[in-house]
Every structure is written in structure tokens, then in C-alpha cells.
């Protein structure tokens, strides 16, 4: 769930951190669609609610209109990142060891 939210992003577009789109407070869900443009509406709101479920992230729904749903990282979900801000590097080493290993076969 996490690969689909943030590793796939990290490793196919790892020039793309999420830290410049994504606010470190809470997040709309209009926001988290603009910024993961490639996951249908359905995949983030079952990725979202999988990683609620996980305590990874929390929901707040306000009661107003028209209905705003925000997000945020939990205190649980926050000892993860150290971690996911590394693999914007990763994927960038993968992808020019790719190159490398590819040429190195021409």
C-alpha cells in the first residue's frame, strides 16, 4: 500500500519528492489526486483507508458544505519516513546502475 502511495512514485519518478507537493500538515484529497496523478480515484481512497486501518495516517471529516475530508501523517506513520526519504536516492542510483548495465551489454 505504501509502495502504491509513495515507493512507486519514489522509484518510477524519482526525480519527484514528494515533500515539495505533499504539506507535512494535513492534505486534501483533491491534493493527494493532483500529485498522484497515475492512481485511479478508487486505488487512493482504498490505499487511503488501508493505510487508516494501518495507523499510518489519520482522517479528519469536517461536517460542512460540501463534505472536506483532510489527511495527515500519525505520529506511528512519522517513524516511517526516514525511511521513504531515502528512496528517492535509491531509485536514482538504480536507474543510472539500469543505464549502466544496459550500455554495458550494447
Not at 500529485?35 to 495507523?55: A, C, F, G
Not at 549502466?100 to 551489454?105: E, V
Request: hydrophobic share 40%; with cysteine.
Amino acid at each position: 500500500m505504501l509502495n502504491i502511495i509513495f515507493g512507486e512514485i519514489f522509484i518510477k519518478c524519482s526525480d519527484v519528492s514528494m515533500d515539495k507537493y505533499i504539506n507535512p500538515g494535513y492534505n486534501r484529497f483533491s491534493l493527494l489526486q493532483k500529485v498522484i496523478p497515475h492512481i485511479s480515484k478508487q486505488m487512493l481512497i482504498n490505499q487511503l483507508r488501508e493505510l487508516e486501518e494501518d495507523n499510518i495516517t489519520e482522517r479528519a471529516a469536517f461536517a460542512e458544505i460540501p463534505p472536506r475530508v483532510e489527511y495527515s501523517i500519525s505520529k506511528y506513520g512519522k517513524t516511517i519516513l526516514p525511511v521513504i526519504q531515502t528512496i528517492p536516492e535509491w531509485g536514482s542510483d538504480m536507474k543510472k546502475s539500469l543505464r549502466q548495465f544496459k550500455a554495458s551489454k550494447r
